[in-house]
């Protein structure tokens, strides 16, 4: 059974500093990790995912994470938070099964003050 | 690019009424997968399809049913609504095959059925 823990449920930052939204994962094989946002009554979109290759990943509006595997850890950063990035962001596993069924964190509300 | 197109938008239905959501995935992608997000929650898997044929069942209730066409569009029919019900329902496509994990998954903006 594979398993996500997003270990902060809400994390503020002012404008202009960095971010850092952490998350754990339990799985028994190798998994693929993605990240996804949600911004408030929007759909979900992927900023970046990790499928056994580098172990940094480089997503989108300038966000990375790396995958370590000792620490079963995922986390997402960016160096400089936008007002724009204020959102829901969740951290999802990937059952690298036949299903591929995804498995969701509880999410991480992120908000920028100015 | 073309995206995970979900149909209708918004719908609202009074209990014990039924709804149809419709999906249309991405171009070539022959996997959708169903999700259920409620107030304030995470996404819960629902069910997938692959080529026209159930592929995997998460918590959907006996209630709804869904099937995936020839065209690869798909549909979540959902019946005896119960307030409960009212969540956002997420469609999401990806190519199937051993790549398939690796691709990533393509969300549509979502279905919000208000059931009151």
């Known amino acids: 059974a594979q398993s996500v823990t997003q270990l902060d449920s809400h994390v503020s930052v002012s404008e202009g500093t960095p971010v850092l939204l952490r998350c754990n994962y339990s799985s028994s094989y190798s998994p693929s990790l993605f990240w996804y946002v949600q911004h408030p009554n929007k759909g979900l979109q992927l900023l970046l995912k990790y499928t056994s290759a580098a172990t940094l990943v480089k997503g989108i509006n300038g966000f990375e994470a790396e995958f370590k595997k000792s620490e079963t850890s995922f986390h997402l950063t960016k160096p400089s938070a936008h007002m724009s990035d204020a959102a829901e962001y969740f951290c999802v596993v990937s059952d690298p099964g036949e299903t591929r069924q995804l498995t969701f964190g509880s999410g991480t509300q992120l908000t920028v003050l100015p | 690019a073309a995206g995970v197109i979900q149909s209708p938008r918004h719908l609202i239905k009074e209990k014990r009424e039924t709804a149809t959501l419709k999906c249309y995935p991405i171009p070539r992608h022959d996997t959708v997968y169903w999700y259920q997000q409620g107030p304030g929650q995470d996404p819960q898997f629902l069910i997938s399809?692959?080529?026209?044929?159930?592929?995997d069942k998460g918590s959907i209730p006996d209630r709804f049913s869904a099937q995936q066409f020839s065209d690869y569009h798909s549909e979540l029919n959902m019946s005896s609504l119960e307030l409960g019900d009212s969540a956002l329902y997420f469609c999401?496509?990806?190519?199937?095959?051993?790549?398939?994990?690796?691709?990533?998954?393509?969300f549509g903006s979502g279905t919000r059925l208000t059931v009151v």
């Open positions: 999401a496509s990806s190519p199937q095959g051993a790549w398939g994990a690796n691709y990533g998954y393509t």
């Open positions: 399809f692959y080529e026209k044929m159930q592929s």
